[in-house]
């Protein structure tokens, strides 16, 4: 009986620790429209952290990753997975010889996970932008902004917007 009153109360208490110190990491998506490809070109995704330190001084810090995929959901290469602190941009390009098509023109579309973890306290806001260029003098011939994405004290959890 005395055991069962010491050990029981102890087991309890390290459950509960556990269930506090328990994290959840959660990934939000964001696809761009399709965007025509030529022979010619390549097409990139940029991603900027644009948070600053929370006022508590910590830094800020955005984890995710980029794909591409073809015009039947095949996946083009493999994701890029990215960690960018305040004011950093990071850059993923895929050339046309990449894309498994016959023709001189393809459809893709450009994809960026945005990973976050609850309780997390690093600020995130990324702004991502999808664009296609020619691969010989750099010049780029369509830009599309992406949507902007939180996690951590500036978003509300994770949401995006």
């Not at 030529?38 to 810090?61: D, K, P, Q, R």
């Not at 306290?121 to 991502?128: G, R, T």
């Not at 369509?142 to 978003?155: M, N």
């Amino acid at each position: 009986m005395c055991f069962r009153k010491f050990v029981l109360p102890l087991i309890a208490i390290a459950t509960m620790a556990v269930a506090q110190t328990s994290t959840t990491t959660r990934t939000q998506t964001f696809s761009f429209g399709p965007v025509g490809i030529g022979s010619t070109e390549s097409a990139e995704i940029n991603v900027l952290n644009a948070a600053s330190a929370s006022s508590s001084g910590t830094a800020a810090s955005c984890t995710g990753s980029i794909s591409f995929a073809s015009s039947t959901g095949t996946a083009i290469g493999t994701a890029t997975t990215f960690t960018v602190t305040s004011g950093q941009v990071f850059s993923v390009s895929v050339p046309f010889s990449k894309v498994a098509t016959s023709g001189s023109r393809a459809e893709i579309v450009g994809s960026v996970a945005l990973t976050f973890t609850s309780g997390a306290s690093a600020p995130c806001s990324l702004v991502s932008a999808f664009e296609t260029f020619d691969t010989s003098s750099g010049v780029t011939h369509v830009h599309l902004a992406g949507s902007a994405q939180s996690s951590g004290p500036i978003g509300f959890g994770g949401g995006g917007h």
